[in-house]
């Protein structure tokens, strides 16, 4: 017993009925140090506003001042010797921290030169850390530097905030299947790192390695050093922000659209697997089940979507191959670039894109949506059931990249999966009721959920904006935007009794 209250953090501000109500104090300690740091990075677009001698530079600096004096209070307040974050704080800490990040976010937006409402500007601070790129700006071509590269820096930051979110506390939750990036490690032979830290920093070095020759490429097609590095960090974020309002259509050229797609592709797979392809060992990613299967659907959807742009005879065969790649590959990876207007495709298109968005990328990547692990998953588990029905007395294993899959693993992902279909459902009748059409509602509600950027019919399609539809609709997609990044059960758990007796 000595040992352990020794062991005990220590907080040293508050009546001690105060200060452990709950454990909040690692929590705020935690969420200070992320504002600090946030406050930090909006000195970046204010040195290229000072540079530009725009008016938000000021603005920048004052929203730096008060997003890290917050975040210094916060962290002094509630530093002891001491803090461990057990789960039902770590919960709260990865909530607390997307939602504070959002609010104070959205201080540039909110008091630039071309000011954002309040609904707006959270609307697009959010979109920008969860990496989904939809935007109710109108103009990009004649805004500010600052703020382009403040939107850019959102999506980056948000992107590498998904995975080391989900390295760090993620899978300790063990809610919902956030602990399944895990098994991307741990799921073959021998891990190829002995701690969680290192294999942050080296999925930080390939972050930020693909993102700079992304940026090279970019450049080397002709774009802006602006243009270049900012549509680099949307692609591998898969974030899908951009500087113009024809996105990547805006170049009018192939070669940014084939880099685009390539980059696209790689921002979607799982990004620690690449630690083996830059050992020199490309088995662990090529042999992966998941990229597999995710290679596969890109590639059927890339086929049906060129044959149904060649029956039109309008285009050449480099043409439908080039926009079917760029469109299923943006989709799928939830990166959300435009170069065409889809919804002018036909049914047929709007449908094939629909099901993309559902779908997502791979588990450990920056993508959103139900993810390729979990769709494999569900497929053996299908498998699985419809050998019992033939064969009762028969034994089969759901198996990944060969190994078992945990029972637990696989009840996780088919509540996942539930839960994720009855969100999208009611988050979809709720952007009716608000006004949204029926196209725009399923396509809204999937796009937001899933983390894609453009959605779906005359107002939000991927020609035009947010900007039109009702406040109350931008809140519904604020919360299917977090709720889809946070796994959705990890949302719903501080709501619920037995998580605070737990």
Request: include cysteine.
């Amino acid at each position: 017993m000595p040992e352990r209250r020794a062991a005990a953090p220590r907080i040293r501000i508050g009546p001690p009925q105060t200060a452990t109500l709950f454990g909040l104090a690692p929590v705020l300690h935690f969420l200070g140090i992320i504002l600090c740091g946030l406050g930090g990075v909006m000195l970046v677009p204010a040195a290229v506003d000072f540079v530009d001698r725009s008016a938000d530079a000021s603005v920048f600096l004052i929203a730096a001042a008060a997003t890290v004096f917050t975040g210094v209070t916060l962290t002094l307040s509630f530093a002891g010797e001491e803090l461990r974050i057990n789960l039902r704080q770590g919960v709260l800490a990865v909530i607390l921290t997307w939602i504070g990040a959002s609010f104070f976010g959205a201080l540039p937006f909110m008091f630039a030169a071309r000011p954002l409402s309040f609904t707006d500007a959270v609307f697009e601070t959010v979109s920008g850390l969860t990496a989904t790129g939809s935007t109710v700006y109108v103009g990009l071509d004649r805004a500010p530097r600052g703020i382009l590269l403040w939107r850019f820096l959102l999506t980056w930051m948000g992107g590498f905030g998904l995975v080391t979110f989900a390295v760090l506390v993620l899978p300790y939750l063990r809610v919902g299947g956030l602990q399944l990036f895990m098994v991307d490690l741990s799921a073959r032979p021998g891990k190829f790192v002995p701690k969680t830290a290192e294999v942050v920093a080296q999925i930080a070095f390939v972050y930020v390695l693909l993102t700079l020759l992304c940026a090279i490429a970019f450049g080397a097609a002709g774009m802006s050093t602006l243009d270049a590095v900012g549509h680099a960090m949307a692609a591998l974020a898969t974030g899908g922000f951009s500087s113009h309002d024809a996105g990547i259509g805006h170049f009018e050229s192939p070669a940014v659209e084939w880099i685009a797609t390539l980059f696209m592709l790689l921002g979607a797979m799982p990004f620690a697997l690449y630690i083996h392809l830059l050992r020199g060992q490309p088995g662990p990613l090529l042999g992966d089940y998941q990229v597999r299967l995710f290679l596969v659907v890109i590639g059927a959807g890339v086929l049906l979507l060129a044959i149904w742009r060649l029956k039109g005879g309008a285009l050449t065969v480099e043409q439908a191959v080039r926009e079917a790649a760029f469109n299923v590959v943006s989709i799928i990876s939830t990166t959300g670039f435009t170069s065409h207007d889809f919804g002018q495709w036909g049914g047929f298109a709007s449908l094939v894109l629909f099901c993309a968005m559902l779908m997502g990328g791979c588990t450990g990547s920056t993508a959103g949506g139900i993810k390729m692990f979990r769709l494999y998953v569900l497929l053996e588990a299908l498998k699985a059931q419809i050998g019992r029905q033939i064969y009762p007395n028969g034994v089969f294993t759901v198996r990944y990249n060969r190994a078992p899959v945990p029972p637990a693993i696989v009840a996780a992902v088919v509540t996942y999966a539930f839960a994720y279909l009855a969100t999208f459902s009611l988050l979809a009748l709720a952007l009716a009721f608000a006004g949204l059409g029926f196209e725009e509602s399923l396509g809204a509600a999937a796009t937001s959920l899933g983390g894609v950027g453009p959605g779906l019919g005359p107002r939000i399609g991927p020609c035009c904006t947010f900007a039109g539809i009702a406040d109350s609709a931008k809140w519904l997609l604020v919360f299917g935007m977090l709720a889809g990044r946070l796994e959705i059960l990890l949302l719903v758990l501080p709501f619920t009794p037995a998580f605070w007796r737990a």
